[in-house]
């Protein structure tokens, strides 16, 4: 299924407000950090005013995250992350069943 616009439009909203309370950020906070108006903030989460590019990318970088995480959440996560994540899981799983095995 494809997504329209307005799905990416939503999920950015929904993944800036995540972004934006795990930081601990009022609108008005990010704001100040994005060089934007309270209002426009504001207006980008309830979807009224949709965000230019150049605003997308000062949102990600006040939250701290690349600008991918705010449409897909976490999609900046390295490949050696997620290589060294499944790596650690995967040997502890063998460990395990070799005790539980052998």
Request: glycine share 2%; proline share 2%; no cysteine.
């Amino acid at each position: 299924m494809l997504r329209t616009m307005e799905d990416y439009f939503l999920t950015f909203r929904q993944n800036m407000k995540y972004y934006r309370e795990a930081k601990h950020l009022n609108q008005s906070e990010l704001a100040i950090q994005a060089d934007s108006s309270n209002g426009n903030i504001g207006n980008i989460e309830a979807g009224t005013s949709r965000p230019s590019f150049e605003m997308i990318v000062k949102i990600a970088r006040a939250l701290n995250i690349h600008p991918a995480d705010l449409f897909l959440r976490n999609a900046s996560q390295s490949r050696q992350a997620i290589k060294t994540e499944l790596e650690t899981t995967l040997i502890n799983d063998i460990r395990r069943v070799i005790r539980e095995k052998l």
